[in-house]
């Protein structure tokens, strides 16, 4: 698909995407720059897309998470007081912000209020953009709430799969399950093999190459070192757990989750005017 525009964020390791068609477009897993020192926001990522979107003429219809991120900071309100459009992810985050909720002490309720997702999108529930349509495709398993979306001949799959050879998402997280995850791949594998797959991170293999986030259905069938080749369902949970005991958490989970989970609110300010963010000691 010639109309995606990528734009990689190397504190983070992500991808934001921007498709459109037609004069209308979305944008995919936006970034707000966050300091963990300091506590501080800025918005030099994000400003970077809507500069494009500008720039481009398009008109901003849907500001789109592939799930709840756990290693940045969403731009999604801050895109959307800038250029309008709604924002969107899976219906099942009411169940990520119940158990992250109970994590953190809050009302699970009173988070689901503040949290004004504008779409709870359903698998295979269908979106207009332009000539196109997106499909939005329930892939958990990395968490309960993780989707894929597919325009046109690409599909952007959020931290489901990684590049060939960095395999696949961690299904330790609350809510996570390989052999869920598992399944979420093959779903993904059933797509036509010459589908353009865009990733939400990359890493560089570890440092043993430059960032890439663009690969194919084929591609990963034959070469993911986690799952590609047929891999045996058994043989990919045994290797997923294994090595995800091994993983650190990410550095910016805490924060993240508690914006993200708030479609990109930041908490309730106090008498005070500003926001805090709570830190939960031995909770992981």
Known sequence: ?????????????????????????AV???VLDFDPASGGTSTASADQVISFIKDNGLELLYILETHV???????????????????GISENIKSVQRVFAKIFNLDAAEV??????????????????GGLTIRAIATPGHTPACMTFVVGAAAFVGDTI????SGTARCDFPGGDAATLYASIRKIFSLPDQTTLYMCHDYGADGKRDAAWVTTVAEQKAGNIHVGGGTPEADYIK????????????????PSVQINMRAGHFP????????????????F
Do not use: C
């Open 239 to 254: 290797m997923r757990q294994t090595r995800d005991a091994t993983l650190s958490m990410p550095e910016l989970i805490l």
């Open 69 to 87: 991120h756990a290693d940045h900071v969403t731009a999604s309100q801050y895109l959307r007081k800038t250029l309008g459009g709604r924002i």
């Open 162 to 165: 990684l590049m060939p050879d």
């Open 268 to 283: 309730k300010a106090e008498d005070n005017g500003l926001s805090y963010l709570k830190l939960p000691l031995n909770a």
């Open 28 to 30: 995919i897993d936006s």
């Open 1 to 25: 698909m010639e109309n995606v525009k990528s734009f990689f964020d190397p504190a983070t390791f992500t991808i934001t995407y921007v498709v459109w068609d037609g004069g209308k477009a």
């Open 112 to 129: 689901q209020k503040e949290a004004d997702f504008d779409l709870y999108l359903s698998d295979r529930q269908e979106l207009p953009l």
